[in-house]
């Protein structure tokens, strides 16, 4: 390890045996902070930054206990929040998984404090949250204006790493045939993608927002079906990408 071993993060949680975060088995890392405020959001408690907790050398040793189940496919996921709000730390802590050769992945909205050249460079894997594909659309969904994820997107695409998608369906947002039309069409700028998935909006964090004492925005929002959203997915995506 060299000198910025000391670096320090704010870290909620770590998930040891996540399946569904990238491929493979992987030690999955939520990061505290996010400047969205996705109304569908099912982690509020990682919406502010909290002290940090975490140096990237105890992190490291945490997950190196865990490399035996990385096996061939498996890894390391940066997750939140938003993990590049901690883009100094996910850095320092890249550079030192690739000099133990773990596959890294960062899932991401997209919205950080910039420096994305350089954790891009580092990363294997990235899983791309979409959230809105107009700026009113973005706007009223995440309370945040879109230029940033659109800067990120333009650093992205100069990068040649994998790329997941996902895309949270919402009745009554997206669950039509102009936003899907919309989202095929931008997803067919990209080139790398290797993966696109459809959460259908689901009720499940609701009591997290009570606990918090949060306003919960989709307080009155039902699930989203899940049968439709699946129908949704193959009628737009199945026919038009090759997975
Ligand atoms: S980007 Fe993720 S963590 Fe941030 S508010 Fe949206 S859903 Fe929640």
Redesign the pocket.
């Known amino acids: 390890m060299k000198n910025y071993k000391n670096l320090s993060a704010s870290i909620n949680s770590i998930e040891s045996f996540g399946l569904v975060d990238g491929p493979g088995i992987r030690t999955v890392i939520f990061f505290n902070g ?1 400047l ?3 109304k ?5 408690e ?2 502010q930054m909290q002290e940090n907790n975490t140096t990237v050398e105890q992190l490291l040793a945490k997950i190196k206990r865990f490399k035996p189940y990385f096996k061939d496919s498996g890894g390391v996921t940066y997750s ?3 993990p590049l709000l901690q883009v100094d730390f996910l850095t320092q802590l890249s550079k030192a998984l690739k000099e133990e050769n773990i596959h890294i992945a960062l899932d991401t ?1 997209g ?1 950080g404090i910039g420096k994305y050249d350089e954790i891009l460079d580092l990363v294997d894997l990235v899983i791309l ?1 979409i ?1 809105h594909l107009t700026s009113e659309g973005y706007e009223d969904l ?1 309370k945040h204006k879109m230029n940033e994820f659109l800067k990120f997107v333009e650093v992205l695409k100069k990068h040649n790493k994998d790329l997941w998608i996902r895309q949270v369906v919402v009745p009554g947002i997206h669950d039509n045939a102009k936003y899907m039309n919309m989202l095929v069409a931008y997803l067919k700028t990209f080139n790398n993608i290797k993966k696109i998935e459809f959460l259908p909006y689901h009720k499940m964090g609701d009591e997290k927002y009570e606990k918090l004492g949060l306003p919960n925005p989709f307080k009155d929002k039902k699930n989203m079906d899940a049968k439709k959203c699946q129908e949704l997915y193959n009628k737009y995506i199945k026919a038009n990408f090759d997975f």
């Open positions: 996010c969205l405020r996705c569908f959001c099912h982690n509020p990682m919406f939140g929040g938003e909205a919205v949250d959230k995440v």
